[in-house]
């Protein structure tokens, strides 16, 4: 009897025991097949499999901790709140697992309680220095209190902390790609801090050996783009950005291939995939107008944005969701406008209960006239600020008033671009005039550089630039492009008698002829100093664009002399006009004037009569360019300055936008028809320099009050098209700015034209 009840003693202890192990691996078989499922099925399926398992098994931390990473990924106040009690329930369970407690620094940080999350990791480190996802946790604490701190305005006193953080993360993150050269997340994280602190060596090799490690990744790619465009590998940098080009999304690659996020008035042609004639061209135009040095091998406009691309990808990009840096709010703004000029960030508390409390977060960038406002949930998720805060002081989460939403800021706002040249640039004084030749145009282009903006070399004493003119139609298609390197050894100075000869001395005048069609042109003028690097810029657009069947003049050409090489010039070709394009003279020189006359009427026996009346005033205008007679820093003339010609004076102004920087066209002229009249004169057509002498320029009083001097010249000849030329004596004119307009008048047809031209005179 003792002896079966022992025996079914031992035998329901083997089948208790039996059944509990036989419970244990149903529990690990559920948890496997819901593990293997997640990602396959819908995530609030693999919420449930996972709850069903607690269900059978309180205190199954294997699950809890599934569980907290899947709340996680709601990226949603509750959802973190509800990840935090169920990693607790886990830890509980098993409160040595390195897991667990790694995965309540994740909690920690996605809830904006970085100190905390950063002691979490720090704890686990000390048992477990080689964890890889310990490490990168740790460098990104160290490297978002690297940037939080270089980014404050007040970083002079805590410097030495932004360095101590730089050092930190270097260590930690350096470690955690030795120890897996295949993990992504730290070379982003370390790409970022070298890039911030302009260590593009080190950045260079960084990117370098992520691409090692995958040669076909797009961000890859780019970074490696991103990195040689900083040590100035410009080609390098262009051929990385074609290759990521290629291995793109039709998504990502109409981001960094259109317009589209940078014209806000564009339409969404560009968008099709079988990319538009219209759409292409529109692009182009589009990139080629910005670009800011046509003497360079490559659009830095265009680099510029994918450069930007680039660093969106990097410095904003989410490993929590695996959302690119391009898709966030963040990176959108980066590729638009660029970096900010200054960024302030600052974190507030809501709540008190640790398993509820979460993080606000707030971000504000600062640009030159706006800024964009990001609000954050106590991740590194960050949206525009707007909506239900608009206009609500002490929010509940937002403290403060907010003007506008920052996505309507983010949308009207245009496109921003930084000229990298800004600082080196300069403009030059120029002077463009165009002459009808046959079936096309004749452009006479002149320009002066200023001396002391050249430099020699200091081994061969020369100075060495490169010299460009770029002509495009008005769908920016190239029509004219010289470009070519130059050395020359200055010619000795020339003695000046006057201070506007010495004005023309300091410059070296250079002139060309460009052959075009007619039509309506965007110019730009390039000298870049190979020595120093100093790049001298002017760039305007003018229609060279004429009516063919009546009469109509040229325009005027300034010289500071004009000598005929023939007794009896018949043509352009026989003169040698040596241009001003300062435009300065003193009053012991003479101004000369060249023009043309095109389709001018016979009279029966193939005579044509003209008259032309020169008048020299005071302009119209208020404000002049000060760019018209002198080179300035291209700086100095954004906005800033102009010539006031009512005091003389250089004075501070709004803006350039008003005042006139290049010589006129009919219509503008500050004296009508009636108000010319003066001394008349005939002369014959062609062939003879027409001198106005300082008595002949009477000083009359036009009918609004101004001063004006008008001399009046009848012209007989036999051409349809003429061409004349005078010398205007000034002695007795006083110092000031003037305005030469020029009034002509078909005699047989009483048809007629007016142009005119800006010049100063100096002591």
């Not at 302030?344 to 509820?356: I, Q």
């Not at 954004?638 to 936008?657: C, F, H, N, P």
Request: glycine share 6%; proline share 3%.
């Amino acid at each position: 009897m003792r002896f079966t009840i022992h025996i079914g003693l031992i035998a329901l202890v083997c089948l208790f025991g039996s059944g509990l192990a036989r419970g244990e691996t149903a529990i690990d078989s559920l948890f496997q097949n819901a593990m293997e499922q997640v990602g396959q099925v819908s995530h609030g399926e693999s919420i449930v499999a996972l709850e069903e398992i607690i269900s059978k098994d309180r205190d199954y931390a294997p699950a809890y901790n599934e569980l907290a990473k899947l709340h996680l990924l709601d990226q949603s106040v509750n959802g973190r709140q509800r990840a935090m009690r169920r990693i607790q329930r886990a830890i509980t369970a098993d409160p040595y697992n390195i897991e667990y407690r790694l995965t309540r620094g994740k909690i920690l940080w996605h809830q904006g309680f970085r100190s905390r999350a950063f002691h979490q990791f720090k704890g686990v480190i000390k048992k477990h220095p080689n964890n890889t996802d310990v490490l990168n946790g740790l460098g990104m604490f160290w490297v978002y209190e690297f940037l939080r701190v270089k980014d404050n305005a007040q970083t002079r006193d805590f410097r030495g902390f932004a360095q101590e953080a730089k050092q930190e993360a270097i260590q930690v993150l350096r470690k955690s790609i030795q120890l897996d050269e295949t993990n992504q997340q730290p070379y982003y994280l370390l790409g970022i801090l070298y890039f911030e602190d302009k260590y593009w060596d080190a950045f260079h090799a960084l990117m370098q050996a992520l691409r090692a490690q995958y040669p076909d990744d797009k961000n890859a790619l780019l970074f490696c783009g991103l990195a040689a465009y900083q040590i100035g590998e410009f080609d390098e940098s262009h051929e990385y950005y074609q290759r990521a080009l290629d291995l793109m999304s039709v998504e990502e690659r109409e981001l960094l291939d259109s317009i589209d996020l940078l014209v806000s008035k564009e339409d969404h042609a560009s968008r099709d995939k079988t990319q538009t004639i219209d759409a292409l061209l529109k692009r182009e135009m589009f990139w080629k107008r910005q670009d800011p040095l046509y003497l360079s091998d490559f659009n830095e406009r265009k680099m510029a944005h994918f450069g930007r691309m680039a660093y969106s990808n990097l410095r904003f990009r989410r490993f929590s969701d695996d959302v690119e840096g391009w898709q966030t709010d963040m990176g959108k703004t980066y590729i638009k406008f660029g970096r900010y000029r200054k960024r302030k960030t600052f974190f507030f508390s809501v709540g008190n209960d640790p398993y509820r409390a979460f993080h606000r977060m707030m971000e504000t960038w600062y640009y030159e006239t706006f800024k964009i406002e990001y609000c954050g949930n106590g991740s590194d998720r960050w949206s525009f600020c707007g909506g239900f805060e608009i206009g609500q002081r002490g929010s509940r989460y937002y403290p403060g008033y907010f003007d506008e939403a920052s996505h309507h800021t983010f949308r009207k706002t245009a496109q921003r671009f930084v000229d990298p040249y800004l600082n080196r640039k300069y403009t030059l004084p120029y002077q463009i005039a165009t002459f009808e030749e046959q079936n096309r145009m004749r452009v006479e282009l002149s320009y002066m550089i200023p001396k002391n903006q050249l430099t020699k070399n200091p081994e061969t004493g020369k100075v060495s630039f490169w010299d460009g003119v770029f002509f495009f139609d008005e769908q920016w298609s190239d029509m004219y492009n010289y470009r070519k390197f130059k050395t020359l050894t200055f010619p000795k100075p020339q003695p000046a008698q006057s201070a506007a000869a010495r004005h023309r001395n300091d410059h070296l005048l250079i002139s060309r002829t460009v052959p075009v069609r007619q039509s309506s042109y965007h110019f730009s003028i390039e000298f870049m100093d190979q020595t120093s690097g100093l790049i001298g810029v002017a760039r305007d657009e003018k229609p060279f664009v004429y009516n063919q069947e009546t009469f109509h003049l040229s325009d005027l050409l300034v010289g500071s002399d004009i000598q005929a090489k023939e007794a009896l010039p018949e043509s352009r070709d026989d003169l040698l006009i040596t241009p001003n394009p300062v435009r300065t003279f003193s009053k012991s020189e003479s101004v000369f004037i060249y023009l043309e006359l095109y389709d001018l009427q016979r009279d029966d026996f193939g005579s044509t009569q003209y008259e032309i009346s020169y008048t020299i005033g005071k302009p119209e205008v208020d404000t002049l360019s000060p760019t018209l007679f002198a080179s300035h820093s291209l700086i100095s003339t954004m906005g800033k300055t102009e010539i006031d010609l009512r005091s003389g004076q250089i004075a501070e102004a709004q803006g350039l936008q008003t005042g006139r920087t290049e010589d006129g066209e009919e219509g503008s002229s500050a004296f009508s028809d009636s108000d010319i009249w003066g001394e008349t004169k005939v002369y014959t057509s062609g062939g003879r320099i027409h001198y106005i002498a300082a008595e002949d320029l009477k000083i009359k009083r036009s009918k609004d009050g101004n001063l004006t001097r008008t001399v009046t010249a009848n012209y007989e000849g036999n051409r349809e098209d003429d061409f004349t030329y005078l010398q205007i004596d000034v002695n007795q004119m006083p110092e000031g700015i003037y305005q030469l307009t020029v009034l002509a008048k078909d005699k047989k047809t009483e048809q007629t034209d007016r142009k005119y031209v800006y010049f100063r005179i100096v002591e």
